[in-house]
Nanobody
Framework: QVDLVESGGGSVETGGSLRLSCAAS????????MGWLREGPGKEREGVAT???????TYADSVKGRFTLSQDRAKNTFYLQMNNLKPEDTAMYFC?????????????WGQGTQVTVSS
């Protein structure tokens, strides 16, 4: 049984920052691809960022230059630093194990943490 537990969401104003964390637990769990996806109000779920074991990352165009995904594989913890947040970043953010870094296709995801950005 794998658990992905997100934390760090909250409410900020436009231009603010948040750091999301994802703690993965479950034996020797060490997937190649991990990342984040989000689902905004009235929007389809979309991939935000992914990272592999070597630390190579991919980002959605909408967050490039503002979001940074990092990891501590020894702790099986993944971090999404979000800077210069915009109202359109408002969404439920889910930590995920992914099938592919380019498509950001999710295989498994957690319960999510809410991010709200006010204008």
């Amino acid at each position: 049984q794998v658990d992905l537990v997100e934390s760090g969401g909250g409410s900020v104003e436009t231009g603010g920052s948040l750091r999301l964390s994802c703690a993965a637990s479950g034996g020797t769990y060490s997937p190649h691809c991990m990342g984040w996806l989000r689902e905004g109000p009235g929007k389809e779920r979309e991939g935000v960022a992914t990272i592999n074991r070597r630390g190579s990352t991919t980002y959605a165009d909408s967050v490039k230059g503002r979001f940074t995904l990092s990891q501590d594989r020894a702790k099986n913890t993944f971090y999404l630093q979000m800077n210069n947040l915009k109202p359109e970043d408002t969404a439920m953010y889910f930590c995920m194990e992914c099938d592919d870094q380019l498509t950001m296709a999710p295989r498994y995801w957690g319960q999510g943490t809410q991010v709200t950005v006010s204008s």
